[in-house]
């Protein structure tokens, strides 16, 4: 049995992630008390119509219950269950923007004064050990609904949940860093197309930019020592058992070198068989 535990904080998006987890056959429960977790598993495990694939919603809406999950969590993998923990993320300023907009009330409010600022500092805390255990973590701050729902796709759908899977990311720094990055490469010592008439208004897909920032020797000598970086750390990161690895490539922007040098990088990772996905976060800005 696949079990998926979604987890994070309130308005990152844990309730479209849950949308698009149903839609691809997982039998979904929300909002269960962390207490009633290794039963609610033993319970699936043991059913004669057992169903193959549950997603459970835990989260900061049961209040001091929730520390309540990593002792469910110990006892569960004590008992041989296995899980996975999807953990949504996102910035301060973009959650209280959210709940600017939904005026939805923040399940912490109450207790923080009605600041919904404060009720997301109390919940980010509560949640901590949560995100540190985490095997998927998503930042929602830049993704629209769509895109969420595809990065969902890419992780749970057909055999992306079995085995590790790698995440190429570009972004720019003037846009926030990436917070789910687990490695981060700067490029913006290599040559910005940038500054180049005919160029600045294409991407890193297209062929003259491509061309322009990897025919340079620079560029060449970044590329060698890069993947002979990541394909040592590669093996280190399975043996530990991670599930994802995210490997974020950013420039200024997010629309030259690091689109073409984290399209490159994907296709050298597919090339040695790992699995991998690609997401240019900042492309269209």
């Known amino acids: ?51 193959p694939r549950v997603a459970i919603v835990i989260d900061s809406r049961g209040g001091p219950q929730f520390r309540d999950l990593f002792e469910e969590l110990d006892s569960l993998k004590a008992q041989g269950g296995d899980y996975k923990l999807l953990f949504l993320e996102c910035g301060d300023q973009e959650l209280a923007r959210r709940y600017k907009e939904t005026r939805r009330k923040h399940p912490l409010a109450a207790e923080n004064g009605g600041s919904v600022v404060k009720a997301i500092q109390a919940e980010r805390a509560l949640l901590m050990p949560a995100r540190l255990r985490a095997d998927y ?24 949940a079995g085995g590790m899977m790698v995440q190429c990311m570009s972004f720019g720094f003037k846009y926030g860093y990436p917070a789910e990055a687990d490695l981060v490469m700067d490029v913006r ?41 990541i394909d040592y750390l590669l093996p280190l990161y399975r043996d530990e058992g991670k599930s994802q690895l995210v490997i974020a490539v950013g420039c200024t922007g997010g629309r030259h070198r690091s689109v073409t040098l ?24």
């Open 1 to 51: 049995m696949e079990f998926v535990i979604v987890t994070g904080l309130s308005g990152a998006g844990k309730s479209r992630a849950v949308d698009a987890l149903e839609d691809m056959g997982f039998y979904c429960v929300d909002n269960m008390p962390p207490k009633l977790l290794s039963k609610f598993a033993e319970l699936c495990l043991q059913s004669q119509d057992r169903q």
């Open 137 to 160: 973590l998503i930042d929602t701050s830049h993704l629209s609904s769509a895109q969420l729902r595809e990065r969902i796709a890419q992780l749970f759908l057909s055999d992306a």
């Open 189 to 229: 010592c290599l040559p910005n197309p940038y500054y180049v008439d005919g160029l600045r208004e294409k991407t890193g897909l297209d062929a003259e930019v491509r061309e322009y920032v990897l025919d340079r020797e620079v560029t060449r000598g970044f590329q060698k020592r890069l993947y002979d970086l």
């Open 262 to 285: 984290t399209e490159e990088l994907a296709k050298h990772l597919a090339a040695g068989g790992q699995k991998v996905m690609v997401n240019h976060r900042d492309i269209g800005k």
